[in-house]
């Protein structure tokens, strides 16, 4: 299938063998036809063998009837993600085209020239499961979440895609596995960070070497809610990473930032970044250590700001891990009401979608009940639009962000 205007062929996906049959052993057909995506091993009857990411019809408990087509790995406890709900449809090239040119066509309709960094594509939340692509002006990273995604995805048609129909200039890929070095798919590989805007803040993303994909932007709208609320005051940004939280209030008109984060060439980052807007270099106070010591230490001297963001990374990888991941959750949160102004405020994130809104909501009313202080909830947020989820995947819906003024 010819698609591009060049004549090349783009082959978004990899495997297009014919699909695999697999069988449900539990009635959930229902359930995936209302949009869950994800089918785990202990609900298929058998597996045959076959390579990670072949294409699969999933057949239903009772009477063999097909219920969705996706993607099949025998040896991940994932084991088939659904594609589509129709079970009869082709997995082709033309379906992932498809699918790619509606995702784009969603970005389209929302950001404007202010906005160059965002998500393109989002995985199950457009339909295309285990892909992930994030747009920094004419750069592109795309992510594969797993050995099932990088068997059924041809990330190499996928650029070329890309650079034929959304203006990419340059695609390069990061590698889930730790140690795994990316590779450039189209263009050259960036030799500096790549510059963006976002709500005409400038920032830039190290795509090769950063976390995630260089930048968290995931956080852009709570970053908005905190720049129209920094007027005057003074702001303190924990777990900052390369300072997002902190530009964005020092363009609201905060007085002074302070930015801690443990990595140190984070926090240079969050200075240059600070410099790059044009901001008053002796207004912001870049500050390399480790949160939680920082919360002890500036506690003990009784230091207050009017503004507090705790913005952790994931404390909760698996179910296992929630338990701790509570008690660190609350620690920040109790440090950081110790440290928030009578009045002020205190904006605690967590990316954790193994802790939901209501836990982490008990778990901000814990932290703030130890801290002896009362809140009231402003705002509660999640993550933006170009961030979709299934309705039927509640996990999808991994961040909260929840705004609270103490008294």
């Given at each position: 299938?010819d698609?591009?205007?060049g004549?090349?062929i783009?082959?978004?996906?990899?495997?297009?063998?014919?699909?695999?049959?697999?069988?449900l052993?539990?009635?959930?057909?229902?359930?995936?036809?209302?949009?869950?995506?994800?089918?785990y091993a202990?609900?298929?009857r058998?597996?045959?063998r076959?390579?990670a990411?072949?294409?699969?019809?999933?057949?239903?408990?009772?009477?063999?009837?097909?219920?969705?087509?996706?993607?099949?790995?025998?040896?991940?406890?994932l084991a088939?993600?659904v594609?589509d709900t129709?079970?009869?449809?082709?997995?082709?090239?033309?379906?992932?085209?498809?699918r790619?040119?509606?995702?784009?066509?969603?970005?389209?309709?929302?950001?404007?020239?202010q906005?160059?960094?965002?998500?393109?594509?989002?995985?199950?939340?457009?339909?295309?499961?285990g892909?992930v692509?994030?747009?920094?002006g004419?750069?592109a990273?795309?992510?594969?979440?797993?050995?099932?995604?990088?068997?059924?995805?041809?990330?190499?048609?996928?650029?070329d895609w890309?650079?034929?129909?959304a203006?990419?200039?340059?695609?390069?890929?990061?590698?889930?596995e730790?140690?795994?070095?990316g590779?450039?798919?189209?263009?050259e590989?960036?030799?500096?960070?790549?510059?963006?805007?976002e709500?005409?803040l400038?920032?830039?993303a190290?795509i090769?070497?950063?976390?995630?994909?260089?930048?968290?932007?995931?956080?852009?709208?709570?970053?908005?809610?905190?720049?129209?609320?920094?007027?005057g005051?003074?702001?303190?940004n924990?777990f900052?990473y390369?300072?997002?939280?902190?530009?964005?209030?020092?363009?609201?008109?905060?007085?002074?930032?302070?930015?801690v984060?443990?990595?140190?060439?984070?926090?240079?980052?969050a200075?240059?970044?600070?410099?790059l807007?044009?901001?008053?270099?002796?207004?912001?106070?870049p500050?390399?250590?480790?949160?939680?010591?920082?919360?002890?230490q500036?506690g003990?001297?009784?230091?207050r700001w009017?503004?507090?963001?705790?913005?952790?990374?994931?404390f909760a990888p698996?179910?296992e891990s929630?338990?701790?991941?509570?008690a660190?959750?609350?620690?920040l949160?109790?440090?950081?009401?110790?440290?928030?102004s009578s009045g002020?405020l205190?904006a605690?994130?967590?990316?954790?979608?193994?802790?939901?809104l209501?836990?982490f909501?008990?778990?901000c009313e814990?932290?703030?009940?130890?801290?002896?202080?009362?809140?009231?909830v402003?705002?509660?947020?999640?993550?933006?639009?170009?961030?979709?989820?299934?309705?039927?995947?509640?996990?999808f819906?991994?961040?909260?962000?929840?705004?609270?003024?103490?008294?």
């Amino acid at each position: 299938m010819d698609s591009t205007a060049g004549g090349l062929i783009t082959m978004p996906l990899l495997n297009t063998a014919a699909p695999i049959k697999l069988r449900l052993n539990r009635d959930l057909a229902r359930t995936i036809k209302r949009g869950h995506p994800w089918v785990y091993a202990e609900a298929l009857r058998d597996f045959p063998r076959a390579p990670a990411g072949s294409p699969a019809v999933l057949m239903d408990n009772r009477k063999g009837q097909p219920v969705a087509v996706g993607m099949y790995d025998p040896n991940s406890p994932l084991a088939f993600r659904v594609c589509d709900t129709d079970g009869e449809a082709n997995l082709d090239d033309r379906w992932a085209e498809n699918r790619l040119r509606k995702a784009y066509e969603l970005r389209r309709a929302l950001f404007d020239s202010q906005t160059t960094g965002y998500r393109l594509v989002n995985g199950e939340g457009d339909s295309t499961p285990g892909l992930v692509i994030d747009r920094y002006g004419d750069t592109a990273v795309l992510k594969l979440d797993g050995a099932g995604p990088c068997g059924f995805w041809n990330a190499e048609g996928i650029a070329d895609w890309l650079k034929n129909h959304a203006s990419i200039k340059t695609v390069y890929e990061r590698r889930k596995e730790r140690g795994r070095e990316g590779r450039v798919l189209v263009g050259e590989e960036p030799r500096q960070p790549v510059e963006f805007l976002e709500r005409g803040l400038k920032f830039t993303a190290d795509i090769v070497h950063g976390q995630k994909t260089g930048f968290f932007l995931d956080q852009r709208d709570n970053r908005h809610l905190i720049r129209s609320l920094a007027q005057g005051r003074s702001v303190v940004n924990l777990f900052s990473y390369t300072g997002g939280f902190s530009i964005a209030a020092g363009i609201g008109g905060a007085s002074q930032v302070t930015t801690v984060d443990l990595a140190q060439p984070a926090v240079t980052a969050a200075h240059d970044h600070w410099i790059l807007n044009g901001l008053d270099p002796s207004a912001h106070e870049p500050i390399a250590t480790d949160a939680f010591q920082f919360l002890s230490q500036a506690g003990s001297r009784k230091r207050r700001w009017e503004i507090t963001i705790v913005d952790p990374p994931s404390f909760a990888p698996n179910h296992e891990s929630v338990s701790r991941a509570t008690a660190a959750y609350q620690t920040l949160i109790c440090g950081g009401a110790r440290l928030t102004s009578s009045g002020g405020l205190l904006a605690a994130a967590s990316c954790s979608s193994h802790i939901d809104l209501e836990m982490f909501l008990k778990i901000c009313e814990e932290g703030i009940s130890e801290a002896r202080r009362r809140a009231t909830v402003v705002s509660i947020q999640g993550q933006p639009p170009d961030h979709p989820s299934p309705l039927a995947l509640p996990e999808f819906r991994y961040l909260k962000f929840v705004l609270l003024r103490l008294d």
